[in-house]
């Protein structure tokens, strides 16, 4: 079992920042395949914001690209999501997640390929 805890979210206006964390068990954000996703209430499942695989190479959705941006720091066994210029459309609950694949070669934006959650946080933006 793999144990992913995330934190920053919260309320800002359009056009403000966040950096979304996501503390993971040791040797989880660098032995595994690691990603973000977010998802409102009617959506039919979760969309994939950003993600990482174990060499470092990132995915990141179009519709956040240029805005959002996913690291990783190795040392804090911390993944993060830091998030600029934000709109009132990424309002929703996003949440870390982590593949069963150690390592892993990619990490698309597929919510199937991961197999570990977080309990989400809320990003609220008023317009």
């Known amino acids: 079992q793999v144990r992913l805890v995330e934190s920053g979210g919260g309320s800002v206006e359009t056009g403000g920042s966040l950096r979304l964390s996501c503390a993971a068990d040791?040797?989880?954000?660098?032995?595994?395949?690691m990603g973000w996703f977010r998802q409102t209430p009617g959506m039919g499942g979760r969309e994939g914001v950003a993600?990482?695989?174990?060499?470092?190479?990132?995915n990141v959705a179009e519709s956040v690209k240029d805005r959002f941006t996913i690291s990783r720091d190795n040392a804090e066994n911390t993944l993060y999501l830091q998030m600029n210029n934000l709109k009132p459309g990424d309002t929703a609950i996003y949440y870390c997640?982590?593949?069963?694949?150690?390592?892993?070669?990619?990490?698309?934006?597929?919510?199937?390929?991961?197999?570990?959650w977080g309990q989400g946080t809320q990003v609220t933006v008023s317009s």
């Open positions: 997640a982590a593949s069963s694949a150690s390592p892993a070669l990619s990490a698309p934006l597929l919510s199937d390929y991961f197999r570990y």
């Open positions: 040791r040797n989880t954000i660098n032995r595994r395949g």
């Open positions: 993600s990482m695989d174990t060499s470092g190479r990132t």
